[in-house]
Structure formats: structure tokens, C-alpha cells
């Protein structure tokens, strides 16, 4: 059993739950702050909350396609439904603001091995601005997850959509054929150097198959005028290509020879299995052992093992304008700052696979599921700040870093994708207590 970095949640990391347990949890982690989402005025979210005077560098105050995904998701997934769909809206319409970018990748007449001319996935918030900074925005799974959670939300009626939007989903998919996302190289969740990723086809995958679905399902809402007809091909070649990609370097995450490329164990996997859904069984078996036996920690779990992103001493070893700076190109120079064993070990990762054997458990009633469920929320819950801490008592954090020989949370605290991680852990444990 882990030990919680506050003293607050030592209580609660015990044996077994009750109701009462599970309420009193929920009653803490909402009074201290921990599930605050506030939006800015157009309803998205920033990657991180309260920059400080000193941690303002880090850029964390702009907005992440990925990130206002999947903390909409979570919020939805804990019936915030509101909350999530005007933020997917706003991001609907930010894309629609620079479709530009669609266009021109469709007809040929950019160039995406550029990746400042593909659709940018890290943007000024407020303004709904492109930002001119150099960045990795060859990034197939931030438009995969968009594509996904648009089209799922659709499905089940919680967002009606505008013709705008409906032509915009058909642009994601014409635009993720045009650059043979399954044979294509991006930057991926971390947004570092390119490469063919398992994560990223099948993310990309995940939303060609939700659209598919909506396809079928809801085929009043393609119009005559859309000619979308024409284009199912189109749609159905992209999924077969990247099933048919995806099946051949699963369990890994890239198969590329290429040392800096090649890539055997990520944690970014796991996000297949949940909230995609698009490995399930064996192979998410296989996955899920992985990641436990090379990249799970004491305080968390490493994107991958040589991830050089918040090594040891990070803050000593690169100025504050070069510590979140665009490395995909030239990331040999900070991956020699690396001691192996001392990356960065991240709080993203555990409470979705909790959310994993919650599923599990609710689908099987096997007491080993609920035992792992309860073995990664415990360890979710033990990454909470210290009450002590410069950002605040039980606050999320991005991932815990070694400064002079000791793990202490890095300065994206909080990180909103991982309180939205954990808030869905905690409902996958109350529905398993019974409480839902």
C-alpha cells in the first residue's frame, strides 16, 4: 500500500471502502480545490491552473487540443455534460477559424512534413489565436481524440451539431487520409521527435471508427450538399489502413529501427484501452504488464523509459525558456541530460488504469479486478501535494521530478488532465462500492 504525499489522504488508503468511506473522500478532494476546472470565457481550459510568478514559463496557461479533450471527457465521463460540450464547441469553432489548414492539406498546396503548416494544437486561449512560436504540431492524436469524442457525444444526443461542425468532422477525416496518418510520422502525445506510434494511429483509428458510427447511425445529419457519399471510401480505407498499421507494431509503440525512434514500452498506450477502447483482451493484457514491469514507479509512472523531459535537476540544467521548448527536432541535446532511472514519473497514467479494472470489474465481478482497481486509485490518491506544498494541499501534478536526490511534484501543478483522470477514478470507485 502506498504512502500519500498528505496526510489528509493517509486515512483513506485502506483495504476496503465503504460508502461513507468514498462520500468523505469526495467531500475532502472537492473542498480543497483538488476538482476545480474553472474555463476562461469562450469555456476552455488552460493545460495547468495557477501559474505562479515563476512557473508562468512554462506556457501551461495556453491551450492544448488534447488536453481540452480529455478533460472534457473526464468531466463529462462524471456528468459535467455542460461544462465538457461548450468547450468542444469552442474548440469546434477554433478549427473552423483556421480550416485553412484542412483545406490546404486536402488540395495539396501545403506541405505537412512542415508541421507549423498543419493544424496547430497548441494556441492562445483566450483569443482563439495560433501562436507564432516554433512548435511539434505533427500531432495525429490530438485530431484523432477531437474526431472521437465530437462524433461520440453526437451519437448519444448530448450535442447537436451545426452543418459547420458536421463539415469540419469531414475535413478531420479527408485531412488524416491526405497525410497517410498510418504510415505517418508525428510527434504524438509528448510531442518530441516523429515517428510511426501505435498510440497515434490508433487514436486516429478511434475517431474514424466513432464517425463511422455516426455514419450509420445518424445518417440525417450528412446532407445531400455535403457530397459525402463520394467519400466513404475514403473513410473506409483510412480505418482498414490503420487497423491493418496499428496490429502491426501493437503491443509496441514504434517499430522504426531508427534508435531515437524505436520504441518498445509507452504509457501513452494505455490511453487505448481507455477511454478509446480500441484494444481490448489480450493485447490490452499485454499492454497493461508492460507498462506495470518497465515504466511504473514509487511515485508514479514514466511516459517511456529515456524520457529526458523533467530529468533529475531539470530546473538546474536548462533556463526557465528552454525547459518546455520545442526539442521534437533537436531532442539528442536534452536527451543527454538524462541519468537512466531518474525520468520523470507522471500522475496521468494511474487513475486511468483504475478506471481500466473498475470497467473490468463492473464487467466481470472478478475480486482481482477491483483489487487492482483499488491498488492504482490508491496510488492516484497518494500523488496529491502535501499540505505544505508551494502549490497548495492535495493539487494534481503533471509528474514528479528528482531535485537533489528526492521526488517532489514538478512546477505544472496542477495539471488538468490529471485531476480529470482522477475525478473519473473516483466515480469508477464509487460505482464499484455500489454507491452508483
Known sequence: MPTAQAAAIQPFLKDS?????????ESLLMESGTFEFPQLSNHLFPAALALQEDTEYTGYSNCWVRDNVLVSYGLYAGGQVDKAVSCLKTLANYFIQYRHRFDKIIDGTSDP??????????????????????????????????????????????????SEQMELLGLFVRTLHAIQFWEDEDSGHWEEVRKIAASSIGTATAGLLEFSQLYDER?????????????????????TRGRHA??????YECIQKDPQKNRKYDAALIFLIEPLRIVQGEMADTILENVKTHLQGEFGIRRYLGDSYWCADYKEKLSPEKRTDDFSDNQAERDALLIPGQEAQWCIFDPIISVIYGRRYAESGDEADLKEQMKYFQRALSQLTPEDSRYGGLKCPESYYMEHGKYVPND???LLWTQANLLQSVAWMKHSVGIE
Not at 445518417?219 to 480505418?239: G, H, N, Q, T, Y
Open 17 to 25: 471502502y465503504t460508502r461513507e468511506d468514498l462520500q468523505k473522500l
Open 113 to 162: 512534413s512542415d508541421p507549423m503548416q498543419r493544424p496547430h494544437i497548441r494556441f492562445g486561449g483566450e483569443g482563439l489565436a495560433e501562436l507564432d512560436q516554433q512548435w511539434a504540431h505533427a500531432q495525429n492524436d490530438a485530431l484523432g481524440y477531437f474526431l472521437w469524442v465530437f462524433c461520440r457525444l453526437i451519437r448519444v444526443h448530448d450535442l447537436e451539431p451545426t
Open 219 to 239: 445518417p440525417e445529419l450528412f446532407p445531400e450538399d455535403m457530397k459525402f457519399c463520394e467519400r466513404v471510401d475514403v473513410l473506409e480505407d483510412a480505418i
Open 246 to 251: 496499428l496490429n502491426a507494431i501493437l503491443p
Open 412 to 414: 505544472i501543478t496542477p
